[in-house]
């Protein structure tokens, strides 16, 4: 697998940071709404230069992109703390940071950690209150959070931290029954950032699920990313 360079990592992360200032008038959750057309329309040319074939910028990319939907997310979740100051005494979010990373690590013959993209941390006792997972596209990630969330739980030290996965659903790969199982009944919650997915996601588990006796309990973990700063305020 080919990897992102540093230095692309962040060409692309000045570049989407422009495209936020000057197309979106500076709000990071309109970005982040439009990411997947923004990132294959006006961002993925950008490798070019670096990579010599075509087959080695097209793998490059799968990380270059993964990289970016985090920092988007972050960006988001940054601005949506910036904006309240009742947020802003509360919570620091941290993109990729080890400086936590002994509060939530799982200790047996050595230290293993979850994979955690972003980390809100409670500024006034400096404990980590969200792990956010963020991918595009589920595939095995989802499990793989579900997982750490339930080694999370068997621990008095981590077992209140909340695990929340960030997503566009870009292949719609919530609407399979193990991942909504996963949604409803291991997960604290999944925001959606792409509308028209959210929007299509919501339709089908009330076509198919809406008669269930817990489906409001379904419903109210499947949230779309504008819903982020609620999700803050009752933490």
Avoid at 105 to 131: E, F, G, H, T
Avoid at 148 to 155: G, H, N, Q, Y
Avoid at 179 to 202: A, C, E, G, M
Wanted: aromatic letters at 12%.
């Amino acid at each position: 697998m080919v990897r992102c360079r540093r230095n692309i990592t962040q060409i692309l992360k000045l570049e989407y940071d422009q495209i936020t200032a000057q197309n979106y008038g500076g709000n990071y959750l309109e970005t982040l709404k439009n990411f997947d057309q923004i990132a294959e329309n006006d961002l993925r040319l950008l490798l070019d230069p670096y990579y010599s074939n075509q087959r080695s910028r097209d793998q490059a990319w799968k990380n270059c992109k993964g990289e970016l939907y985090e920092y988007a997310v972050f960006k988001y979740i940054e601005s949506v703390i910036n904006s309240d100051q009742s947020l802003q005494i509360r919570f620091s979010a941290l993109l990729g940071s080890s400086q936590y990373r002994d509060q939530i690590a799982i200790r047996n013959w050595c230290d293993i950690y979850p994979d955690a993209d972003i980390l809100i941390v409670d500024i006034q006792d400096s404990k980590v209150k969200v792990i956010a997972s963020c991918k595009t596209s589920l595939r095995e990630r989802l499990t793989e959070t579900a997982f750490w969330k339930r080694e999370l739980e068997r621990f008095q030290d981590t077992r209140d931290v909340k695990l929340i996965f960030i997503t566009t659903d870009k292949d719609s790969e919530l609407k399979q029954d193990v991942n909504r199982y996963i949604v409803q009944h291991v997960l604290d919650s999944v925001f959606i950032t792409d509308p028209q997915k959210y929007s299509d996601l919501i339709r089908h588990y009330k076509q198919k699920y809406e008669s269930q006796h817990d489906f409001n309990e379904l419903l109210s973990k499947v949230k779309f990313i504008a819903d982020f700063k609620d999700f803050l305020i009752r933490l």
